[in-house]
């Protein structure tokens, strides 16, 4: 997510106050930097650099070059438009009558920007922020005051924001308004401050007031005052922060991970609705449409970890939804085993980071093949983002824990956007099947809060296992693919030995690992295999082993075999994964935990795999 403060005060420089505001906030993950100061009733000064904010200190002498007692400042953390000086915030109108900064994804501003052309608006850069200075710049020139400048473009936008915002005609004051992504204000004697995030003011003052949606703010040197979306003013209570710092960049969750778990809804609506306007599925800000998904003869999906997790989950989603042949190949083999591909195949590369080496490889050997490549990929302007012929963004935002969740969950909702529009484009999902699909696609976010709101239950089991010594689990179909990522989050932050098997395969010599009291879980979200894999629980169960199950409400005949069972609520079963997987994240995290380990950097592992 990117990162907003804002400062004004009677007479202390604002510039070295925003930087260090600013340096609180780049755990959150960014690309470039920027400020814009203004020195009383004289021009903004505007300064941006690309890359870390030690570029900015640099340029403006730790901001002691920077004149002025008000400004505001931004990291940001592209998801329109490449990381770029130009794309930099902050961006300001073209006669400089408002300037702004930016947190959030603005779902229309396709349609905004045409809106604006047609008034005789131009623009600078690839980003949304723009269109949303040049809104309110627009709205501002049309009735005059910055209050219903704002309120008008509050109204107009669809999407998330936090904005802050100068205007020329105002000297010494920053307006802020918000709609899902957080701001804050807080005032200490004659200044204000306004940031995204605790942190980035917590060594100012611990009284902080929150912004809430469709509200906006105007502060003073010393005075804020609030406004709801019609202009009224209203009365806000103050809050003081008891966190320290450290738990204040984790949004007062114990670790990124479990911050990031607790993200997956956002992660997932956002993606979802980058791809899904007014519940039609719309790739073509990948550069996909109908024509090109109806010539595919077959789909390679290449990745690595969880990401070829994801590519085992999708398989199952696009064959049904799409009868397109798929096969899922990890990326380290794929590169040297001088794969046989179709002319008309896709190569599907699907990367958190846009920098693992391996998968960068096996991009670069369809590419050289002439084989048509998209990337699934959350960081904009990554290598792999930046090779592939098409690339479908994921939108979780930046991940921190080395052990992927939110990044993951999004890649899911892009793989069944994806699956979707395959099957609709080549005729085989009618429009009741569409609209359903869609529809159960939508629900995953609400569905994760709700399996969320139930984690004390699975932190209790999970602490009973903390002495494990191997865990298996067990599933067939999606099933199998969802015991994959469960596996691998179980060993890569609680180090104990895990396996996942397609449930009917453990017969085939693995079943001789079960004894008494080894942990085996079962996982059953699709109904036409819940009967098999059922069995092959009764199987371990008679050997000695202790069984939890994970299946959907309804399925309560699973008490009967299991010793402990987890739902989730019911949905599409293509779409289960989305669902299933957070139970087992959050079994990894707390068994982690129980162990004393260092859950967001485990041992041996690196966030990004650059080297092969
Ligand atoms: C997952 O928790 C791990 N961090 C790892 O398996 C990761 O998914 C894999 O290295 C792929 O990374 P990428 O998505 O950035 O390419």
């Known amino acids: 997510m990117c990162g907003i403060v804002g400062f004004t005060s009677i007479q202390k420089q604002a510039a070295p106050i925003l930087l260090d505001g600013l340096s609180k906030l780049e755990y959150r993950g960014y690309d470039s930097a920027g400020i814009a100061v203004r020195d009383g009733e004289k021009e903004t000064e505007i300064v941006k650099a690309k890359g870390k904010l030690s570029e900015l200190s640099q340029k403006t002498d730790e901001g002691r070059a920077v004149r002025g007692t008000c400004g505001i400042g931004h990291t940001r953390w592209a998801t329109h438009g490449e990381p770029s000086e130009t794309n930099a915030h902050p961006h300001s109108s073209d006669d400089g009558e408002v300037v702004g900064v930016h947190n959030g994804i603005i779902e229309n501003y396709k349609e905004i920007t045409e809106r604006l052309i047609r008034h005789g608006y131009s623009f600078k850069t690839q980003t949304d922020t723009e269109v949303a200075i040049k809104l309110v710049d627009y709205y501002l020139k049309k009735y005059g005051s910055p209050a219903e400048a704002i309120t008008r473009a509050m109204l107009r936008i669809r999407g998330s924001y936090a904005l802050a915002l100068m205007f020329k005609s105002c000297p010494g004051e920053i307006w802020a308004a918000r709609k899902d992504s957080p701001l804050i204000i807080g005032v200490s004697g004659q200044d204000s401050f306004i940031a995204s995030d605790v942190p980035a003011i917590l060594k100012y003052t611990r009284t902080v007031y929150y912004i809430d949606n469709l509200e906006f703010a105007k502060l003073t040197p010393g005075n804020v005052t609030f406004y709801n979306i019609e202009g009224e003013e209203i009365e806000k209570e103050s809050v003081t922060i008891e966190w320290d710092t450290e738990a204040a960049e984790k949004g007062g969750f114990e670790h990124f991970m479990l911050k990031e778990i607790h993200e997956q809804p956002t992660a997932v609506r956002d993606t979802l609705n980058s791809v899904i306007k007014d519940n039609r599925i719309d790739l073509s800000a990948a550069g996909i449409d109908d024509e090109l998904l109806k010539e595919i003869s077959r789909i390679s999906i290449v990745a690595c970890g969880s990401a070829w997790h994801v590519g085992v989950a999708a398989q199952y989603v696009i064959e049904d939804l799409a009868r397109v042949p798929v096969r899922v190949e990890l990326a380290s083999e794929f590169r040297y085993r001088d794969p046989i591909l179709e002319e008309k195949e896709l190569v599907i590369i699907i990367s958190q980071s846009g920098e693992t080496a391996d998968s960068l490889a096996a991009l670069r050997e369809a590419k050289g093949r002439g084989i048509r490549t998209l990337g699934i990929v959350n960081v904009v302007g990554s290598s792999i983002a930046r090779e592939a012929d098409n690339v479908l963004y994921t939108l979780a935002g930046p991940e921190i824990a080395v052990a992927t969740t939110k990044a993951y969950s999004a890649q899911l909702a892009a793989s069944y956007a994806l699956a979707v529009a395959l099957g609709r484009a080549r005729g085989l999902i009618d429009d009741e099947k569409y609209a359903a699909l869609i529809q159960d696609m939508l629900s995953i976010p609400e569905k994760i809060e709700k399996i969320l709101s139930d984690k004390e239950r699975i932190q209790w089991f999970a602490s009973k296992f903390a002495g494990a010594r191997d865990v298996f689990f067990i ?36 079943i001789s690992l079960i004894e008494d009291g080894i942990l085996v879980i079962g996982v059953l979200t699709q109904q036409g295999l819940y009967e098999k894999t059922v069995s ?8 000695g082993a202790y069984l939890m199950g994970l299946t959907t409400y309804g399925h309560y005949a699973i008490e009967d075999t299991v010793d402990f069972n987890i739902y989730v609520p019911k949905i599409d079963e293509h779409f289960a994964a989305s669902l299933a997987v957070v139970p087992l994240q959050l079994m990894g995290y707390y068994i982690s935990i129980a162990r004393g380990l260092d859950v967001d950097k485990p041992r041996n592992l690196a966030k990004s795999v650059t080297v092969e």
């Open 475 to 510: 599933g067939r179909g999606i099933d199998y693919a969802i015991c994959l990522e469960g596996s691998l989050k179980m060993k890569e932050i609680s180090y104990i030995h895990s396996e996942a098997y397609a449930a009917g395969e453990l017969k085939h010599g693995t």
């Open 536 to 543: 092959n629980l009764v199987e371990v169960k008679s050997r």
